[in-house]
């Protein structure tokens, strides 16, 4: 029934921050609730938002602001007529960006390391998000700029950002039903012997506020990792998210007793091996921040349908610590 009723959807008209639509209540629709129905009608945008436009008379029925939970009959004509609001006051900032790849929908940047995703307390500038707001200002309309998913500060590598309101609800769509890959590498503490999956729960830290946690009460969290290479004392991993939840790798890795190279959250006190040159020694004690890289990215283009993929390669500062400990 879903693809009927899209027919019925006519193209949007989409002028800046503009939004005109519109469509007609199939027959088999009877008695069912607005909101329901227009969720189906209108699927490039949530439900939330689209029982926000209803109350707000953005979303009417044959002319008529009714509430979300008006049954309707059938053969209706519903119009969506809004304008996208600012979602934040966030400034822009003419702040570098290394973008990947870029269309009318979405955007790719490869993330450097000592940048901060998004505003926060401490972090009100010099963001991912202010600079994405000065290379596109029309993200201002866009929940949280069109961010769908963060990098930790010191995390380097791809992240993909939605141009578009219809975007947006597209890819959290995605993030949700863990269709996104989204595959990392890591330097770690120890020897990993062989690859394998750690699926244990993660929340906020009881008495660290600011620190997450492997704790009983948490949220899913699965992350799978694979050897690419094994040093004295040390290993080079590949890891793919299931889940995707706040500092879940770093967490993950340290809770296995793998803590990542230069984390100074979640490691502990630096672990040398013994026999370590003194140049290997230097160069990890000089690791000024944790060694992960989300190296790829592939997901469904929101627009398109298609499947596409993106590949990151290893930051300088990673490849001379891979270099250092191949040396000893």
């Not at 008006?70 to 822009?92: H, I, V």
């Not at 505003?119 to 866009?142: D, E, K, Q």
């Not at 890289?293 to 627009?303: I, Y």
Request: charged share 25%.
């Amino acid at each position: 029934m879903i693809d009927e009723i899209n027919k019925n959807v006519d193209v949007d008209s989409v002028t800046g921050e503009r939004i005109e639509q519109q469509a007609d209540v199939p027959a088999v629709d009877i008695g069912r609730r607005f909101d329901q129905v227009a969720a189906e009608l209108f699927s490039d945008f949530s439900r939330a938002r689209l029982q926000q436009w209803i109350k707000q008379g953005h979303l009417l029925v044959d002319g008529q602001q009714q509430v979300p939970k008006y049954k309707l009959l059938g053969g209706e004509a519903l119009r969506l007529s809004t304008e996208l609001a600012p979602e934040g006051d966030w400034q822009a900032e003419d702040i570098p960006l290394d973008i990947v790849f870029e269309d009318d929908t979405i955007l790719v940047i490869n993330k450097s390391a000592n940048f901060v995703v998004h505003p926060a307390a401490g972090n009100y500038s010099g963001t991912v998000l202010n600079a994405l707001l000065y290379h596109c200002p029309s993200l201002i309309s866009v929940p949280r700029a069109g961010i769908v998913h963060r990098l930790d500060k010191d995390t380097t590598g791809l992240m993909v950002v939605a141009k578009t309101l219809q975007a947006h609800t597209n890819l959290v769509a995605q993030l949700q039903a863990r269709s996104v890959r989204r595959e990392y590498e890591a330097v770690v503490t120890g020897v990993v012997i062989a690859g394998g999956t750690i699926d244990q729960p993660v929340g906020r830290h009881a008495k660290q506020r600011t620190k997450m946690a492997v704790i009983s009460d948490g949220k899913e969290a699965r992350t799978h990792y694979k050897v690419v290479d094994r040093f004295d004392g040390h290993s080079h991993l590949r890891l793919k998210l299931e889940t995707g939840r706040t500092h879940q790798i770093r967490v993950h890795m340290a809770h296995v007793r793998h803590p990542i190279v230069g984390d100074d959250v979640y490691a502990g006190r630096l672990r040398l091996h013994k026999g370590a040159s003194a140049e290997l020694q230097d160069c990890i004690k000089a690791f000024g921040r944790q060694a992960l890289h989300a190296k790829e990215l592939e997901l469904v283009h929101p627009s398109t349908g298609e499947l596409v993929g993106w590949d990151s390669e290893l930051p300088d500062d990673m490849l001379h610590l891979l270099e250092a400990l191949a040396c000893g």
